[in-house]
C-alpha cells in the first residue's frame, strides 16, 4: 500500500496546505529516498523524506501511511523525525532589525537590510 507523498506531507502537518506540499514537491524542495519527487510520486512506510520549508529541511523516515489530515499527535506518530534542530529564533530575529524611532531607511540601508534578510544576492 502507498500514499502520494504531496497527501502525506498534508497528511502529517509538515505544511499547512495541501497545494503548499504540491507546490514544495514541483519546486523541488521534496526529495524521496534521495530523488526528487513529483506530487503523485507513491511513499511508502521505511521511505526518507526531505522537504525543505519554512527556511529548514525537515527529513523524516515513513513509519505510517495517512491520507486524511489527523491530529497532532497521532500526527507525530506516522513518523520519525530525524531533522536537525531548528536555528535559535534569538539568531533569527537579530537580523535586519532597526531601533524605534530611527526613521525611514536610505536606499544604502534598505539594500543592506534586505542583503541580511536573504532577499538580494551579494
Not at 519527487?37 to 526531505?50: N, S, T
Not at 519554512?54 to 497521532?74: H, N, S
Request: aromatic letters at 4%; hydrophobic letters at 35%; glycine letters at 8%.
Amino acid at each position: 500500500m502507498s500514499a502520494r507523498v504531496d497527501s502525506w506531507i498534508w497528511a502529517v502537518r509538515l505544511t499547512k496546505t495541501r497545494s503548499q506540499a504540491a507546490a514544495a514537491c514541483r519546486a523541488g524542495h521534496v526529495k524521496v529516498n534521495g530523488e526528487r519527487a513529483k506530487p503523485a510520486q507513491p511513499v511508502k512506510p521505511g521511505d526518507e523524506v526531505r522537504l525543505f520549508h519554512g527556511g529548514r529541511e525537515r527529513i523524516v523516515e515513513v513509519k505510517e501511511l495517512l491520507t486524511k489530515r489527523v491530529g497532532p499527535p497521532v500526527a507525530a506518530e506516522a513518523y520519525v523525525d530525524n531533522s536537525p534542530p531548528p536555528p535559535l529564533r534569538e539568531h533569527v530575529a537579530l537580523a535586519g532589525v532597526r531601533e524605534r524611532g530611527a526613521g525611514r531607511p536610505t536606499k544604502r540601508e534598505r539594500r543592506e537590510l534586505d542583503q541580511l534578510r536573504g532577499m538580494r544576492p551579494s
